[in-house]
T-cell receptor
């Protein structure tokens, strides 16, 4: 079974700063997908960014980018020019290509953007 | 708005009771997934249906069951409820059988067992 670990329960940065959220995972699978989901106070789970393990290029979505290190099983999320609306819980998630176990989530990082 | 609709938004019930949570997936999505989010266990995958058939099973208790109907909406039935079943229950949907692309989440049903 796979596990996802987010070692930072909470982080706080000033608006406009850059912040990096850490995620490591453990799996014996070679092909899989990794995700970062955002959960604001509204509780809605929103996909931030997605990475396919067989792609070496790191995914980027506007101010959000990842640093995917397959050998190290590391998948960190970088948020540039942070905004107040980025305040939320962020969850790292994994799914194997087979998808037999659904998404496996980390415990989450509570990110607070200070004005 | 993700396009996934969950009802009810909130539910308060007593121990030992049975409840049904409903999920309508996005138009065109054939897969429905159920997840439980609790303070103790975090987000856990419960079960997946694809086009009416059970596809994958996670940490779903025997007291819980689900089904997907011909119109693709899904229901999660929770019976003999215990205090520990209090949680946020999410439904998500996707086009494909497997979550290779984005899974769209509903806003969840907050279940409180008293």
């Amino acid at each position: 079974a796979q596990t996802v670990t987010q070692s930072q329960p909470e982080m706080s940065v000033q608006e406009a700063e850059t912040v990096t959220l850490s995620c490591t995972y453990d799996t014996s699978e070679n092909n899989y997908y990794l995700f970062w989901y955002k959960q604001p106070p509204s509780r809605q789970m929103i996909l931030v960014i997605r990475q396919e393990a067989y792609k070496q290029q790191n995914a980027t979505e506007n101010r959000f980018s990842v640093n995917f290190q397959k050998a190290a099983k590391s998948f960190s999320l970088k948020i540039s020019d942070s905004q107040l609306g980025d305040t939320a819980m962020y969850f790292c998630a994994f799914i194997g290509v087979g998808g037999a176990d659904g998404l496996t989530f980390g415990k989450g990082t509570h990110l607070i953007i200070q004005p | 708005d993700s396009g996934v609709t969950q009802t009810p938004k909130h539910l308060i019930t007593a121990t030992g009771q049975r409840v049904t949570l409903r999920c309508s997936p996005r138009s065109g999505d054939l897969s429905v997934y159920w997840y439980q989010q609790s303070l103790d266990q975090g987000l856990q995958f419960l079960i997946q249906y694809y086009n009416g058939e059970e596809r994958a099973k996670g940490n779903i208790l025997e007291r819980f069951s689900a089904q997907q109907f011909p119109d693709l909406h899904s229901e999660l039935n929770l019976s003999s409820l215990e205090l520990g079943d209090s949680a946020l229950y999410f439904c998500a949907s996707s086009v494909e059988d497997r979550v290779r692309a984005e899974a769209f989440f509903g806003q969840g049903t907050r279940l409180t067992v008293v």
